[in-house]
């Protein structure tokens, strides 16, 4: 078996889709899967929607071909705009464009004219959070501006937080979203399709907000994928958090100083590496095959009782409680950063368990346990 690999739980991501699409199927919510950090893995999307997910939604036009050309049926989103040159494009592989640009609009009324077909559009509106979206004052115009086109449609309007500033979708700012959304339908003179209100860190407001609202979608990936709350990092109740687990293998341990040594300057990337906490002079230091281009150090969870000391492009150097045989496989918990690194790093092998295969590995889930694998 080829080291690195990502050991994929399938059933784990199908157990996570039911969970949600259940809970927010009582809030009137449809659950939208996204599939970015898989690089639009069509296995991972087929376990999204084996657990009730209704459409997809990925921010790259290649990765929603790749899902279009994989045979999967379900209606699909590109997230992130396309450039004007991209637009045919996105077109041929997306039902539905998310757009923050009048410029983009107005290649999409273009693009879609030669193509034949009205082009959905949804707009995105920009609350705080200050990565991309409309502010409402000329997303009220560019919706006027929707009307007179013909060939693109107004199907919905969406809010993105927490992924650049890390804005908290609360009740007082998706309320004013809300209002926004009346203002938007009062000019179009129709009820809109998708009113999508959020990512994975609009979960704990789409559960707990008290007053009836019209959001009908959200957009989720990593609650899906990794169980967690982006908010918190935290594990959310019920979901599995160990549908990925990273393997990688020691190629050296040895005995050495705990602290480096010689004049130092900045490391590979900027940054020292963790000083050592042990009080003895030496301890175990032991590399395995991965690096920055296969994993984010700060955000993978080693096994109890290692500690990940920092990389640099291809190593990851841990503490480690006694000298482990080169060989030695170690098994990672991964998060986002890993995760979206390991999936598109061409150095990383994947390595699928198939859903409904073993049930009982269901059990475990919600631990992300790492633990020292078998030698290989
Ligand atoms: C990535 C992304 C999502 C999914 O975010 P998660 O936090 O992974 O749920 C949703 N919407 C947009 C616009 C995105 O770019």
């Not at 107005?106 to 995105?124: E, F, H, T």
Request: contains cysteine.
């Amino acid at each position: 078996m080829t080291s690195p690999r990502l050991e994929i739980d399938l059933a784990v991501i199908t157990a996570n889709a039911k969970v949600l699409t259940s809970q927010l199927h009582r809030h009137g919510i449809s659950v939208t899967g996204v599939t970015k950090a898989t690089l639009g893995s069509p296995e991972i999307a087929r376990a999204m929607i084996a657990g009730g997910v209704t459409q997809l939604a990925d921010s790259r036009v290649e990765n929603l071909m790749a899902l279009k050309e994989s045979g999967i049926r379900v209606p699909l989103t590109l997230l992130r705009s396309p450039t004007p040159k991209q637009v045919p494009a996105a077109l041929a592989c997306a039902t539905t464009l998310v757009i923050t640009d009048p410029d983009v609009v107005m290649a999409i009324d273009q693009a879609a004219g030669m193509r034949g077909p009205v082009a959905n559009v949804i707009l995105m509106a920009e609350f705080g959070d200050l990565r991309e979206g409309l502010m409402p004052d000329d997303l009220i115009a560019i919706a006027t501006r929707i009307r007179r086109l013909a060939h693109v449609r107004l199907a919905g309007i969406a809010i993105n937080l927490a992924c650049f500033s890390g804005v908290i979708p609360n009740h007082a700012v998706m309320d004013k979203f809300l209002h926004l959304v009346n203002d938007v339908e009062r000019i179009m003179r129709y009820p809109l399709r998708t009113i999508s209100g959020g990512n994975s860190a609009s979960l704990t407001w789409a559960q707990t907000e008290p007053t009836p609202h019209r959001v009908n979608d959200l957009r989720l990936g990593e609650s899906l994928l990794l169980g967690v709350d982006p908010l918190t990092r935290q594990p959310i109740a019920g979901l599995g958090t160990d549908a990925f687990t990273l393997v990688a293998t020691v190629i050296e341990s040895a005995m050495k100083p705990t602290h480096s040594w010689g004049s130092t300057a900045q490391g590979s990337f900027g940054i020292t590496a963790h000083d050592s906490t042990h009080t003895q002079s030496t301890s175990v230091r032991t590399v395995v095959n991965v690096g920055v281009q296969d994993i984010d150090p700060a955000d993978i969870t080693a096994p109890q009782g290692m500690r990940i000391m920092g990389a640099s492009s291809d190593h990851l150097v841990l503490e480690t409680p006694h000298r482990l045989t080169a060989g030695t496989e170690i098994r990672f918990g991964v998060g986002y950063g890993s995760l979206l690194r390991s999936m598109t790093s061409p150095f990383v092998a994947e390595r699928l368990r198939l859903p409904y295969t073993a049930p009982s590995r269901l059990e475990g889930a919600g631990s992300r346990q790492a633990a020292i694998g078998q030698s290989g």
